[in-house]
């Protein structure tokens, strides 16, 4: 089905493999579209929990856009890009009701950090290097990176990174809040479904409410007190509720059905 892309499942875990390893992964005009579709796939697949995004083979994660592909654009072509992309892939990701890991598994930069960034949890493998190298170009990072980088770690960090178009460590990556975890790149997998294993034992339903309050709190205009409140009360109408309070009590493993 997929040119640039290889899905995978292991239960309820579908894995979408950026599969252009010749090209380091880099994300061109048809990975983007295939992207959308698979994770929109996934979405509206009862049989899938949670997302793992990574890349072929253990140099690359994606190291970036495919500059050849953009070279001769203008501002009106430059500007479609970045609006189609950050709605239709990235912004997809952030506000999917189902969590995605991304497995960074080597170079992670320009669109491909802002790939991982976009991801709700991001695992690195020891030997990833990240970095936003766009001002190099004589651009600015797009599909969100000013901003998702800036609320990961912090506005002076995240202009450091920016600004001097340096790469840093998966250990720097991971004392600065960047990535949750450094694993060997035997482990990375193992690890990011182990995370997602324990999260799908959790209510579908919550989880998909708790992203949305946390998505919240870095959204302009929006309440994200309110939102959280309004999660919180609807959540008591729900299945699940009964479930885990039942389960609680009764000192058992909860059964969540997502109702």
Same mark, same amino acid.
Do not use: W
């Given at each position: 089905m997929f040119q640039n892309l290889?899905?995978?499942?292991?239960?309820?875990?579908?894995?979408?493999i950026i599969n252009r390893e010749s090209k380091l992964n880099a994300l061109n005009k048809e990975t983007l579209a295939e992207l959308h579709t698979a994770i929109y796939d996934a979405l509206n697949n009862e049989r899938v929990g949670g997302i793992i995004i990574t890349g072929a083979g253990q140099k690359a994660f994606v190291a970036g856009? $495919?500059? /050849?592909?953009?070279?001769?654009?203008?501002?009106?072509? *430059?500007?479609?890009?970045?609006r189609d992309g950050h709605r239709l892939v990235f912004n997809q990701i952030e506000n999917s009701k189902k969590p995605v890991i991304a497995a960074i598994n080597g170079f992670a930069l320009g669109g491909g950090l802002?790939?991982?960034?976009?991801?709700?949890?991001?695992?690195?493998? $020891?030997? /990833?290097?990240?970095?936003?190298?766009?001002?190099?170009? *004589?651009?600015?990072?797009?599909?969100?990176?000013?901003?998702?980088?800036?609320?990961?770690?912090?506005?002076g960090k995240a202009l450091e990174i920016i600004l001097t178009a340096d790469m840093i460590t998966a250990d720097e990556a991971l004392k600065i809040g960047l990535v949750n975890h450094v694993v060997s790149q035997d482990e990375l997998l193992t690890k990011a479904e182990e995370i997602m294993n324990k999260i799908l034992t959790r209510s579908p339903l919550a989880i998909e409410t708790a992203i949305t309050a946390v998505n919240a709190s870095t959204q302009t205009g929006v309440d994200g007190y309110e939102i959280e409140i309004a999660g919180f009360a609807k959540s008591f109408g729900t299945d699940d509720f009964k479930e885990g309070v039942s389960a609680f009590?009764?000192?058992?493993?909860?059964?969540?059905k997502g109702l």
């Amino acid at each position: 089905m997929f040119q640039n892309l290889l899905i995978d499942y292991n239960g309820a875990i579908q894995h979408i493999i950026i599969n252009r390893e010749s090209k380091l992964n880099a994300l061109n005009k048809e990975t983007l579209a295939e992207l959308h579709t698979a994770i929109y796939d996934a979405l509206n697949n009862e049989r899938v929990g949670g997302i793992i995004i990574t890349g072929a083979g253990q140099k690359a994660f994606v190291a970036g856009a $495919d500059i /050849a592909e953009f070279s001769s654009f203008d501002s009106v072509k *430059g500007e479609k890009l970045a609006r189609d992309g950050h709605r239709l892939v990235f912004n997809q990701i952030e506000n999917s009701k189902k969590p995605v890991i991304a497995a960074i598994n080597g170079f992670a930069l320009g669109g491909g950090l802002e790939l991982a960034l976009a991801c709700h949890i991001r695992i690195a493998s $020891d030997n /990833a290097k990240m970095g936003l190298p766009e001002v190099s170009l *004589g651009l600015i990072p797009g599909y969100g990176g000013t901003q998702r980088l800036s609320h990961l770690v912090g506005k002076g960090k995240a202009l450091e990174i920016i600004l001097t178009a340096d790469m840093i460590t998966a250990d720097e990556a991971l004392k600065i809040g960047l990535v949750n975890h450094v694993v060997s790149q035997d482990e990375l997998l193992t690890k990011a479904e182990e995370i997602m294993n324990k999260i799908l034992t959790r209510s579908p339903l919550a989880i998909e409410t708790a992203i949305t309050a946390v998505n919240a709190s870095t959204q302009t205009g929006v309440d994200g007190y309110e939102i959280e409140i309004a999660g919180f009360a609807k959540s008591f109408g729900t299945d699940d509720f009964k479930e885990g309070v039942s389960a609680f009590l009764e000192k058992r493993k909860p059964h969540f059905k997502g109702l």
